[in-house]
């Protein structure tokens, strides 16, 4: 089998007392429940047994449960196998922890006889991870809240906010945002249709203009996203990194997916679906409680069996138990490394799609190549253009225009001459000032400053440094 997803979303607030994170449980396994009653047509009182599935697939789930002292944990997977012989195994567990209550859900996919393949699978977000996350009360991964829905930047201060967040070393799931261009995201509805999408695996965030300003302000233009773009920010986020880690797809790349907007939003969402989801798997770990909450019950029962053992009889048993966890934690172990072998060959298969890719990016490609139905729709490389980090040299001449105006100082972008030669002295102009040195790294040790009289829509600047 191989995992397409993997959602953890924990409990904390207000959960110091163990009570307080029993009823959680409860309430948490409660809604979990009604899901495989109600959608899935399961009855989740017997610990195992059939429902019907929607494409008509075998379908079965189980339930197990183990406690041990306070602490608990209760599973629940659906595995599907449809009538070609692939098969589908969701998992959602609740553990109620030393600290915290944990919802962990995992997606995989495989198939019933071997064979050397690739598994097509498209995995989309379970319906009960939607339902949880609107429930009341906060969720979060690791150190970051799960927003659930789609979370609104406007303005140059929330941009600002939103810029600081990502770049918080602590961050531990994906931000996605989408720019607006006139007012909306290039393709109607993207924004919702990607919140909708990357519930509980990323935050979305819907960018008016001042707000993508204040990105590009705080991020480098290298890390920018406005214009109707949109763009991951993956955790970790470093102002040394290729800027090209953080994918990116311009308005005009989103516009030539597809003559028709709807099929063009269809066909982006898959592709940062399937991005992501793909990451989680590889990435999200499971929670360590779980393991030792099992590995403790079942010692505890391999404790209480062998204090009533009195005969060779008992103890024959006993041993015989042994051997069958044995076996079973064998086999466990066995498909962990067969599993292992099936990432490592994704791996070096990503790794070689990615160089591809990169060889691509490197040339200018055809438009109409682009609508190949299967082909991936390639990020846009970030804007780089004649805009290097160094800063400037002594005596050096640097171009700069003026974009939007924050209230303490103004958003440049690096550009080439206007060739006006029209440059006069800026005296005032502390806003320019500050926005100018704010690029160059608080450097302000320039000889002189001045602004084109004849250019127009922002403002020009020649800085002689
Ligand atoms: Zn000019």
Request: aromatic letters at 8%.
């Amino acid at each position: 089998m191989q995992k397409v997803a993997a959602y953890l979303l924990e409990r904390t607030e207000t959960l110091q007392g163990l009570d307080a994170r029993r009823a959680e449980g409860e309430r948490i396994r409660a809604v979990v429940e009604a899901w495989l009653n109600k959608e899935k047509g399961a009855s989740s009182s017997s610990e195992s047994g059939a429902y019907a599935a929607l494409d008509g697939s075998d379908a079965r789930y189980r339930v197990l449960a183990e406690s041990s002292g306070d602490r608990s944990w209760t599973m629940f997977e659906l595995t599907e196998v449809t009538a070609d012989g692939r098969r589908f195994v969701a998992s959602v567990s609740v553990t109620v922890g030393q600290k915290s209550v944990v919802l962990f859900v995992t997606l995989e996919v495989g198939l019933t006889a071997t064979q050397v393949n690739r598994i097509y699978a498209d995995p989309r977000c379970p319906k009960v991870v939607r339902k949880l996350l609107a429930e009341p009360g906060t969720w979060h991964h690791d150190k970051s809240r799960l927003r659930g829905g789609i979370s609104n930047a406007e303005g140059f201060d929330e941009g600002e906010a939103l810029a600081l967040e990502i770049q918080n070393a602590e961050r531990s799931i994906p931000f996605v945002v989408v720019s607006a261009l006139d007012g909306a995201p290039v393709l109607r509805g993207l924004d919702t249709a990607l919140a909708y999408d990357l519930a509980g695996l990323a935050n979305v965030y819907s960018v008016d203009e001042a707000a993508s300003w204040a990105l590009t302000d705080t991020l480098k233009r290298p890390f920018s996203c406005h214009s109707g773009a949109i763009r991951i920010y993956w955790p970790r986020f470093s102002s040394q990194d290729d800027p090209y880690r953080h994918q990116m797809w311009t308005a005009l790349r989103l516009r030539r997916l597809d003559g028709d907007d709807q099929r063009a939003l269809e066909r982006i969402r898959g592709q940062v679906r399937k991005l992501i989801m793909m990451a989680s798997a590889a990435s999200v770990v499971r929670p360590r409680e779980i393991d030792d909450i099992r590995s403790a019950a079942a010692r505890s029962e391999y404790a209480a069996l062998k204090e009533k053992a009195s005969s060779l009889e008992d103890f024959k048993s006993l041993a015989d138990s042994y051997a069958d966890d044995n076996d079973s934690l064998r086999r466990a172990l066995a498909e962990r490394s067969s599993e292992l072998e099936q990432l490592r060959g994704e791996v070096s298969r990503l790794e070689a799609e990615k160089q591809g890719l990169l060889f691509h990016l490197g040339r200018a490609k055809p438009p109409s190549e682009e609508n190949d139905g299967d082909i991936e729709i390639e990020p846009d490389l970030p804007e780089q253009d004649d805009e290097d980090v160094r800063p400037p040299n002594s005596g050096e001449v640097r171009f700069y225009k003026k974009k939007y105006s924050a209230p303490t100082h103004d958003v440049f972008i690096r550009v080439s001459d206007c060739g006006h030669n029209t440059w006069q002295g800026a005296t005032k102009a502390d806003k320019a000032k500050k926005g100018i040195a704010r690029m160059e790294g608080d450097k302000q040790d320039w000889r002189t400053v001045q602004h084109c009289s004849n250019c127009t829509g922002g403002g020009m600047w020649r800085v002689q440094w």
